[in-house]
Nanobody
């Protein structure tokens, strides 16, 4: 069983940066594509980024493209989400999630079949 724990959330001013981490335990991430999702109050959950199991492929939702970078360190069993130039509309609970896969070089956040979820980390962008 894979457990995912997010960290790095908090309060940040508009224009600021945060790096979220998703630490996995229970088994390795070598055969898991990882996605980041977020849910703002009163809104549906949105997939914002994913990274392939090998780390060679990543994609981003239009809402964050150019401001967000996803990366992973399989040796540390951790996936990161670097967020820059944050806006108040980025305020949400951010979740990482995993899909088992033998296709290690592809990921599309729109088509992930999620098997494991973290519990989320709150990001609050406010002055």
């Amino acid at each position: 069983q894979l457990q995912l724990v997010e960290s790095g959330g908090g309060l940040v001013q508009p224009g600021g940066s945060l790096r979220l981490s998703c630490a996995a335990s229970g088994k390795g991430l070598d055969y898991n594509a990882i996605g980041w999702f977020r849910q703002a109050p009163g809104k549906e959950r949105e997939g914002i980024s994913c990274i392939s199991a090998s780390g060679s492929n990543a994609n981003y939702a239009d809402s964050v493209k150019g401001r967000v970078t996803i990366s992973r360190d399989n040796a540390k069993n951790t996936v990161y989400l670097q967020m820059n130039n944050l806006r108040p509309e980025d305020t949400a609970v951010y979740y990482c999630a995993a899909q088992s896969t033998f296709v290690r070089t592809f990921c599309d956040v729109r088509s992930l079949i999620i098997e494991y979820w973290g519990k989320g980390a709150l990001v609050n962008v406010s002055s």
